[in-house]
């Protein structure tokens, strides 16, 4: 099964901030990773897929960008209700795998 | 809308078994593939099995092949997820997701399987 890190696994921000999420596969995964956004007691939402496509209706500030095995997501001004954990999917072959999650916290 | 509602998780015993179901509506059910995944509480995304749109083709996850089932009813727009010899390790909420051909969206609001004596 292909492993799928995440750095940091926490961050603390202040609104305003810009925030870059890292994701690393064990092996090449091409574009094929999607990011969600979860917060507590709520399933998770998909921000991004192929890598770098904006889901629809999600904002612009959030942005992702990679290919093979290594991908970052960025959030270019941290809003309020962007604290939240942030997960990576890899779905270029199964098992599909998440990353362990970043939670981003206010500073 | 778009709208997916789990249903059938509660208490088990170690061993026992428990079906889930996921109820779709506000889009063509038999057009999509699905997906189950699960977190335990605290923890993360763990995705458990998925299924093809006419139900012919599935995969799971290591920790659950030969114990669980996962298949649907088109005409019910259901999904289904047949959980047996269960462990106090599946202890966890299950989500049920529609295949968005990147990625899972929508999610379900998910059901809560706890496995304990």
């Known amino acids: 099964a292909i492993r799928i890190t995440q750095s940091p696994s926490s961050l603390s921000a202040s609104t305003g901030d810009r925030v870059t999420i890292t994701c690393r596969a064990s092996?090449?995964?091409?574009?094929?990773l999607a990011w969600y956004q979860q917060k507590p007691g709520k399933a998770p939402k998909l921000l991004i897929y192929?890598?770098?496509t904006l889901q629809s209706g999600v904002p612009s500030r959030f942005s992702g960008s990679g290919s093979g095995t290594d991908f970052t997501l960025t959030i270019s001004c941290l809003q309020s209700e962007d604290f939240a954990t942030y997960y990576c999917?890899?779905?270029?072959?199964?098992?599909?795998?998440f990353g362990p999650g970043t939670k981003v916290d206010i500073k | 809308e778009v709208q997916l509602v789990e249903s059938g998780g509660g208490l088990v015993q170690p061993g026992g078994s428990l079906r889930l179901s996921c109820a779709a509506s506000?889009?063509?059910?038999?057009?999509?593939?699905m997906h189950w995944v699960r977190q335990a509480p605290g923890k993360g995304l763990v995705w458990v099995s998925r299924?093809?749109?006419?139900?012919?083709?599935?995969s799971y996850a290591d920790s659950v092949k030969g114990r669980f089932t996962i298949s649907r009813d088109n005409a019910k727009n259901t999904l289904y997820l047949q959980m047996n010899s269960l462990r106090a390790e599946d202890t966890a909420v299950y989500y049920c997701?529609?295949?968005?051909?990147?990625?899972?969206?929508?999610w379900g609001q998910g059901t809560l399987v706890t496995v304990s004596s």
């Open positions: 997701a529609r295949d968005a051909g990147g990625g899972c969206d929508p």
């Open positions: 506000g889009f063509t059910f038999s057009s999509y593939w």
């Open positions: 299924i093809n749109s006419d139900g012919s083709s599935t």
């Open positions: 092996q090449g995964i091409s574009s094929y």
């Open positions: 192929a890598a770098s």
């Open positions: 999917q890899q779905y270029y072959s199964y098992p599909f795998t």
